[in-house]
Structures are given as structure tokens and as C-alpha cells.
């Protein structure tokens, strides 16, 4: 850059943040405030800087609710709700909320009677995330009852942030998790039904769901858990992305947190809960920020995209909720707050809307 085009940029610069102060400081909003309403810095680096610099600040305990991915998720949420009121940490309450999805055999994709993979074993995924950026995680655990347990055990009582299979299992057995059978009779049922078939069942929210849920609590923070048995007839040690913290699960409690449900390869190679709160970090709205997250897999699959199951939801830190699917008619989320403390079942738009 000459020095009359570093000076102008300079001078710009000043202009642009004299400008931003006179709108905001009568109305107490930051810019960051600023630009998650929508409006715009014109570039110059600047962007970033003030992001970092402004902390958004909301009131506390007006935005205590809970969301979580599928229709299932209000029983879910109902247990999250009931926490989230008595002033329990949003952390308890993902973890407390997604565990009866995990008990419930009526949802054949999640914990208990979940969908086996192609030698017939139940491998399960799941992740938590908290308010100050900690993490746990497990992939391919089997007779283990609540996998989202033993993520936040191994966040809580170990320096790693994932285990997998068996280590992740004698490590559930040493914090006195019990091994359980968790096959049931009904998924074997299911299983053998495949065999003979031999081919993928068709993409259904009865086959091939995760609960992800995202909450706020009465201090304002915000915390995050997904859970699932993953891919119907996976090939054995195949890995989602409801375990990995960045794709399936994200939460950033400065900005807000997402998570995912759907064809996990796909979501992976988008990094797509990550993506969102990042998006969102930019002063994108959650429901645009959901959408773009959608854009990018449409993007690396012009052509298979309809055959993929995917849905985004974000939660903002000031309450803001958005969300996204890919196909018309098929996603939808459960929404608990103050307006809706039975829950409500909600349908965002998709891409193939
Ligand atoms: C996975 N994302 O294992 C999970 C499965 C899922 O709706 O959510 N299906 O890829």
C-alpha cells in the first residue's frame, strides 16, 4: 500500500469509528451491538478488532429457554426447562435434558434402543460444551446408558476432551457408569429387517436423528450437548459429527452457540456448528448464519444435496434463535422459553424449501 492509500484508509478508519460512537453511545448499544443488527463497518481490518474488543451485554435472567433439534426434543427440554427455572447452571440443564432422550426407547436414533451399525453393535456419540470453552466428548461407546454423562465426565475429571470406544468405556466404568445392555430387542428387530434388505433405509427422521440442545440459563450463559447412536448400519468405527466439538456442536458464550443433526460427513466438511457462531460473530443473524451453513454443504455437494438430511439451530447470546434445513418439510426444532413453557414444535425453512 503507497502512503496516500494507507492514509486514506487511516483517515476512514477514524471516520468510520466517530461515526459508530455518535449512533451508538445515545442508545448504550456497543458496536458490536451495532453489527449484529446488521449494519456494516466498511472494510479495512477493522471489523474484527471491534468484535474483539466490545463484549455484548444483555440483562440477566430474561432469556432463560431452551432449544433442541426434532419434535422429541420437548420432552427433552421440558427437564432442561424445569432446571433452567430453578436457577440451575444451562450446563446441568443440556446435560440433564438430553438424558431423557438417551432413556426413551420410543426415539430409535439416540442412547437407549438406538440404531445398530453393520456387525449389529451399538456405538454411541455424543458432546458437551459449557460457558467457559470447556469441552468432553465420546465416539463408538457401547453399554453405556448416557454417553452425554460421560463427556462431561471426561470434560470434568480428565485433561482430554475426547475418548472413544473402549477407552472411553473402561473410563465410564471407572466413574462408575454402569454397563448396561442397551440393544433391545426391537433394534435387532430393525437390524435384521436391513440385512435382508441389504440397502440404506431411506433418509427419515424415524432412522436418523441426534438431539442437540442449547440453553441459556438465568446468569446468561450458555452451554450445549448432542447426543446420538449415529448413522443407521454404519460400518463399524464410523465416527458423525455429533461428537466433534466444532462440526455437531459449537459454543462460544461471548456470541452464542449451534448444533446440528443429519448426514454427519456432510456437516464435517463444512465444520458447520462452528461455522455458524463464527458467522454470527460477524453480525450475521442466526437464521442467516444457519442458511450459509447449508449454502456451504449445497456448495460441495451440487448434485447429492437432496438426498441429504440437515439441520442447523443457533441460539444467540442475547436469546435470538435461528435455524435450517435442507430438505422441504422435514426438519424441525423444539423451542422452551417464558411464551412457550409446555414447548413449542417449530419448522424453519429449508434450501429445498
Ligand atoms: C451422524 N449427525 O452420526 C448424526 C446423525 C444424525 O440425523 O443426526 N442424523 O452423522
Redesign the pocket.
Known amino acids: 500500500m503507497n502512503f496516500s492509500r494507507a492514509k486514506i484508509v487511516f483517515f476512514r478508519s477514524l471516520w468510520t469509528l466517530f461515526l459508530c460512537d455518535i449512533i451508538c453511545y445515545p442508545m448504550k448499544i456497543s458496536r458490536r451491538m451495532l453489527l449484529a443488527l446488521g449494519l456494516t463497518i466498511p472494510s479495512s481490518g477493522l471489523k474484527t478488532k471491534i468484535f474483539e474488543q466490545n463484549a455484548i451485554t444483555f440483562p440477566l435472567g430474561s432469556k432463560i429457554k431452551v432449544v433442541s433439534?426434532w419434535p422429541f426434543g420437548i420432552s427433552a427440554n421440558a427437564r432442561a426447562w424445569e432446571l433452567l427455572q430453578n436457577g440451575s447452571p444451562a450446563l446441568d440443564a443440556v446435560e440433564q435434558g438430553v438424558r431423557v432422550t438417551e432413556a426413551d426407547p420410543e426415539v430409535t436414533?439416540v442412547g437407549y434402543n438406538g440404531s445398530l451399525d453393520r456387525d449389529g453393535r451399538l456405538t454411541l456419540?455424543a458432546c458437551i460444551m459449557d460457558h467457559q470453552g470447556m469441552c468432553g466428548s465420546v465416539a463408538g461407546l457401547e453399554h453405556i446408558m448416557h454417553p452425554i454423562s460421560v463427556a462431561r465426565a471426561i470434560m470434568e475429571k480428565t485433561p482430554h476432551v475426547m475418548l472413544v470406544g473402549s477407552g472411553a468405556l473402561d473410563f465410564a466404568m471407572s466413574q462408575g457408569f454402569p454397563k448396561e445392555n442397551i440393544i433391545t430387542e426391537d433394534a435387532i428387530v430393525r437390524w435384521r429387517k436391513w440385512q435382508q434388505s441389504q440397502k440404506a433405509p431411506p433418509?427419515t427422521?424415524e432412522n436418523?436423528?441426534?438431539i442437540g440442545m442449547l440453553a441459556i440459563d438465568s446468569q446468561g450463559n450458555l452451554s450445549g450437548a448432542c447426543t446420538?447412536?449415529?448413522?443407521s448400519y454404519?460400518l463399524p468405527g464410523?465416527?458423525?459429527?455429533?461428537p466433534l466439538i466444532g462440526p455437531?456442536l459449537y459454543v462460544d458464550n461471548e456470541i452464542g452457540a449451534a448444533t446440528?443433526?443429519?448426514?454427519?460427513?456432510a456437516?464435517i466438511r463444512v465444520v458447520g456448528s462452528f461455522l455458524i457462531v463464527e458467522l454470527m460473530r460477524q453480525g450475521m443473524q442466526p437464521q442467516e448464519a444457519c442458511k450459509e451453513a447449508v449454502r456451504r454443504i449445497v456448495k460441495i455437494h451440487p448434485k447429492t444435496h437432496p438426498q441429504l438430511?440437515i439441520?442447523f439451530i443457533a441460539l444467540r447470546k442475547d436469546g435470538e434463535i435461528g435455524a435450517f434445513g435442507m430438505r422441504k418439510d422435514e426438519f424441525s426444532y423444539s423451542l422452551t422459553d417464558s411464551i412457550h413453557p409446555k414447548g413449542i414444535v417449530i419448522k424453519p425453512e429449508s434450501w429445498l424449501g
Not at 446420538?228 to 448413522?231: A, D, Q
Not at 446440528?260 to 460427513?265: K, L, N, P, Q
Open positions: 433439534t436414533s456419540d433418509i427422521p436418523h436423528d441426534t446420538t447412536s449415529g448413522l454404519k464410523r465416527v458423525g459429527d455429533s455437531g446440528a443433526t443429519g448426514v454427519g460427513e456437516i438430511q439441520g
